[in-house]
């Protein structure tokens, strides 16, 4: 199944999103991991969103709706989402380069 998603229109659209899977901003708080250069996460309801990265560390810190914000416009990204019931929620959002989705 290919997944289809949208790109969210504003911060409260992100936001509203992410709480109605009751989920929480999060980054990426473990200076080993140098592979992620975005290093926005959503930490879901009880668990943390490190499905990609390795070991058993703790490498996630929850953060505020205002630093994640902060970090999407200083790194130039914007969030796209999928409402696919059926996708694991690690795999319903992704950061991508605001430039990379003009056309």
């Known amino acids: 199944m290919e997944v ?5 229109g504003s911060n409260e659209e992100i ?3 992410v709480e109605s ?3 929480t901003p999060a980054k990426i708080d473990d ?6 250069s975005i290093g926005l996460r959503i930490n879901w309801k009880g668990r943390k969103d490190e499905g990609m990265l390795s070991g058993k560390r703790e490498v996630t810190k929850n953060i505020s ?5 902060s970090i ?3 790194k130039e990204l914007v969030f796209m ?3 696919s019931e059926d996708i694991n929620l690690t795999w ?3 950061f991508v380069n605001k430039y990379a989705t003009e056309e």
């Open 21 to 23: 899977h009751e989920g």
């Open 15 to 17: 936001k509203n999103w």
């Open 4 to 8: 289809v998603y949208k790109l969210a």
């Open 81 to 83: 989402y999928s409402d």
């Open 65 to 69: 709706w205002e630093e994640f914000f």
């Open 72 to 74: 999407m416009e200083r």
């Open 92 to 94: 319903a959002y992704k």
């Open 31 to 36: 200076p080993e991991v140098t592979a992620d």
